[in-house]
């Protein structure tokens, strides 16, 4: 990879990532594993390098350039660590040392920390703000004095330190406690959502508890203005306490589509909180919306989601009751009932989200008639599942259906030809996202009349589009593209030449 090779090495006890090219020499002792269902991602320091050692990189823990696909059983390049570029903007992993520290970065939300921990970091000071039901206020000095008391040995009284010295301590160390000497668990655990349950704990037995456990934060220094309010308007079991637990770690900033939608997952709370359901009530003075109404927290989803279509129909009719009837969900969705276009979820939430090695279902709750979405030649419901109809002919059902109004003129100037097939339009897009999306419901649907666009998405610039579409394609062709062709979708644009010519040729073989 990128003109160099890398080993994975059990030796004595330990693992090592050995990265060479050329004169360079790189390796890495591998410390903790990031992932279960699709990747495990390697924490860990370096050991060779050229970097000087006054650099991070030999002292703290850092998330390492290669991880495993479990599914696949390869080695390949880690992804979304940052920003997900172009090859020619991707991180060198030979020639520059891993930049991401696990503690700063990752560690808030992939491990249990102490809530005042978790605080003091800039990550939790930011979270903390955003979507949070009440206010409250946080004695950090006190916190810091009884709970780190070895940083600030000199501190009887709370302000025996200086605030010059807290900011330098919350800037320098704060962000970067090891999450192996000061989480509580090095995963997400009860704590990571309970906030302190220590009462709970000490009043359960096998089968019942005198003490609820807590769904906001609770502690001596935690201050909540909670004046006349009943403990459990507080930190009892509340829409809105369960919402900001979700949102602590399910939310964030990521590339979007036109609609305010993120591209690809883990800020599911944010998505969710910019549509419908979870903003208001619905017509019927149901709501709002909650993450558990389709979550369970103590139950994993594996590595696919397991509810049937009938059970999701069936949470969102829990609140949208004037669409129960098989006859007025007709008269909403214009199809048949049980068919796909009868699902709420493909038209509401409809798979727009990159999930690692499959399009996931946004948690943006928004209409088909989104017009952000059709103006900007960017994937929508309809064409989703019609993937060889054009734009025009989804116009034309909109405006009859839902008595709906679209600039046809800026669509047209978006799509360029308002009566070719919407996914290959999308194949065409600049934005990267929309491509990866076409090409995932392409794949899906064994759209075989696609196969030649397909094939030319196997040289895209991203190189999590190669992945999703090599992926796809094996399944709907039954075949090995690396051991048939010699294609891998991480080799650079010079090394994917000869295989994709081999595979054209193939194909065009076959009358395909």
């Known amino acids: 990879?990128?003109?160099?090779?890398?080993?994975?090495?059990?030796?004595?006890?330990?693992?090592?990532?050995?990265?060479?090219?050329?004169?360079?020499?790189?390796?890495?002792?591998?410390?903790?594993?990031?992932?279960?269902?699709?990747?495990?991602?390697?924490?860990?320091?370096?050991?060779?390098?050229?970097?000087?050692?006054?650099?991070?990189?030999?002292?703290?823990?850092?998330?390492?350039?290669?991880?495993?696909?479990?599914?696949?059983?390869?080695?390949?390049?880690?992804?979304?660590?940052?920003?997900?570029?172009?090859?020619?903007?991707?991180?060198d992993l030979f020639g520059q040392a891993s930049r991401v520290v696990y503690d700063r970065n990752c560690s808030p939300c992939h491990t249990t920390r102490p809530f005042g921990d978790w605080l003091m970091t800039t990550d939790g000071r930011l979270r903390s703000g955003a979507f949070r039901p009440r206010d409250f206020s946080f004695d950090l000095f006190e916190y810091v004095s009884r709970s780190h008391p070895e940083e600030f040995p000199q501190a009887k009284q709370p302000l025996d330190f200086s605030l010059a010295e807290l900011e330098h301590w919350l800037d320098e160390k704060a962000n970067g406690l090891p999450a192996k000497d000061y989480a509580v668990v090095l995963g997400v655990s009860c704590e990571a959502c309970?906030?302190?349950?220590?009462?709970?704990?000490?009043?359960?037995?096998?089968?019942?508890?005198?003490q609820r456990p807590l769904f906001f934060p609770a502690g001596e220094e935690i201050i909540i203005p909670a004046a006349g309010q009943e403990p459990d308007q507080v930190w009892g079991r509340r829409p809105e306490n369960l919402n900001w637990i979700c949102a602590r770690c399910h939310s964030g900033g990521r590339p979007q589509f036109a609609a305010g939608i993120d591209t690809w997952n883990s800020t599911e709370y944010s998505d969710a909180a910019s549509g419908a359901c979870?903003?208001?009530?619905?017509?019927?003075?149901?709501?709002?919306?909650?993450?558990?109404?389709?979550?369970?927290?103590?139950?994993?989803?594996?590595?696919?989601?397991?509810?049937?279509?009938?059970?999701?129909?069936?949470?969102?009719?829990?609140?949208?009751?004037?669409?129960?009837?098989?006859?007025?969900?007709?008269?909403?969705?214009?199809?048949?009932?049980?068919?796909?276009?009868?699902?709420?979820?493909?038209?509401?939430?409809?798979?727009?989200?990159?999930?690692?090695?499959?399009?996931?279902?946004?948690?943006?709750?928004?209409?088909?008639?989104?017009?952000?979405?059709?103006?900007?030649?960017?994937?929508?419901?309809?064409?989703?599942?019609?993937?060889?109809?054009?734009?025009?002919?989804?116009?034309?059902?909109?405006?009859?259906?839902?008595?709906?109004?679209?600039?046809?003129?800026?669509?047209?100037?978006?799509?360029?030809d308002l009566s070719r097939p919407a996914a290959l339009g999308w194949l065409t897009s600049s934005h990267e996202a929309t491509r990866l999306v076409a090409a995932e419901a392409l794949g899906r649907s064994r759209a075989r009349w696609a196969l030649p666009q397909l094939i030319e998405m196997l040289d895209d610039p991203y190189l999590i589009n190669r992945q999703f579409t090599q992926k796809r394609l094996e399944e709907m062709l039954d075949v090995s593209l690396a051991e048939q062709f010699g294609y891998r979708f991480y080799q650079s644009r010079q090394q994917r030449r000869k295989p994709l010519k081999a595979l054209r040729r193939a194909m065009e073989k076959a009358g395909q």
Not at 194 to 210: F, I, K, Q
Request: aromatic share 8%.
């Open 194 to 210: 309970h906030n302190g349950a220590l009462e709970h704990v000490r009043r359960s037995e096998e089968r019942a508890t005198s």
């Open 278 to 416: 979870y903003t208001g009530r619905t017509p019927e003075g149901l709501g709002p919306l909650t993450c558990t109404h389709c979550h369970d927290p103590h139950q994993t989803i594996g590595k696919a989601w397991s509810r049937s279509p009938r059970l999701d129909d069936a949470r969102c009719l829990a609140c949208h009751h004037s669409l129960r009837r098989p006859e007025a969900r007709a008269q909403h969705t214009h199809h048949p009932a049980q068919s796909e276009g009868d699902r709420c979820m493909n038209c509401h939430m409809p798979r727009l989200n990159e999930g690692l090695q499959q399009m996931v279902r946004t948690h943006h709750i928004f209409s088909p008639t989104e017009p952000a979405m059709l103006e900007s030649n960017q994937p929508n419901a309809c064409n989703l599942c019609h993937l060889e109809k054009s734009v025009g002919w989804t116009l034309g059902h909109l405006e009859a259906w839902y008595d709906t109004e679209f600039d046809r003129d800026k669509i047209a100037a978006a799509t360029g």
């Open 1 to 91: 990879y990128q003109g160099g090779s890398a080993s994975f090495v059990h030796q004595d006890g330990v693992f090592l990532m050995r990265l060479e090219r050329g004169r360079l020499r790189r390796s890495y002792r591998v410390v903790r594993t990031i992932g279960s269902r699709f990747f495990q991602y390697y924490v860990g320091r370096q050991l060779e390098g050229p970097e000087e050692r006054s650099e991070p990189i030999w002292q703290e823990d850092h998330v390492l350039p290669f991880g495993y696909w479990l599914d696949e059983g390869q080695w390949v390049p880690v992804v979304h660590i940052n920003e997900e570029v172009p090859d020619d903007r991707r991180w």
